[in-house]
Nanobody, 124 residues
Framework: QVQLVESGGGSVQAGGSLRLSCAAS????????MGWFRQAPGKEREFVAD????????YYADSVKGRFTISRDIAKTTIYLQMNSLKPEDTAVYYC?????????????????WGQGTQVTVSS
């Protein structure tokens, strides 16, 4: 069973930056897409960003465009989320997600593999 291991969460003041990482345990697995979702207390899990593994196409939620950057290291089967200009409303548990299909349409239920989540807290 492939595992996704996240790291890099923490606490930061508004305007600060954090970088999340997500590494897949199987570097030979053929991913279609990998990405990030987040879930704040009392809210549904929401799409943040994802990247198509082969073509590199990237999608962002409107709420993070211009502030967050997703990238991938194919050799390490790892994705990153660089988060700048963080706001208190970015506070959530951030989850890494991956799927063999590239057709996931930014919908959580279309992703088969999930990390354990990492907490990001932004204080005002």
């Amino acid at each position: 069973q492939v595992q996704l291991v996240e790291s890099g969460g923490g606490s930061v003041q508004a305007g600060g930056s954090l970088r999340l990482s997500c590494a897949a345990s199987d570097t030979t697995f053929r991913w279609g897409a990998m990405g990030w979702f987040r879930q704040a207390p009392g809210k549904e899990r929401e799409f943040v960003a994802d990247i198509r593994w082969l073509g590199g196409d990237i999608y962002y939620a409107d709420s993070v465009k211009g502030r967050f950057t997703i990238s991938r290291d194919i050799a390490k089967t790892t994705i990153y989320l660089q988060m700048n200009s963080l706001k208190p409303e970015d506070t959530a548990v951030y989850y890494c997600a991956a799927d063999p299909s590239a057709v996931v349409n930014r919908v959580a239920s279309n992703y088969d593999y999930w990390g354990q989540g990492t907490q990001v807290t932004v204080s005002s």
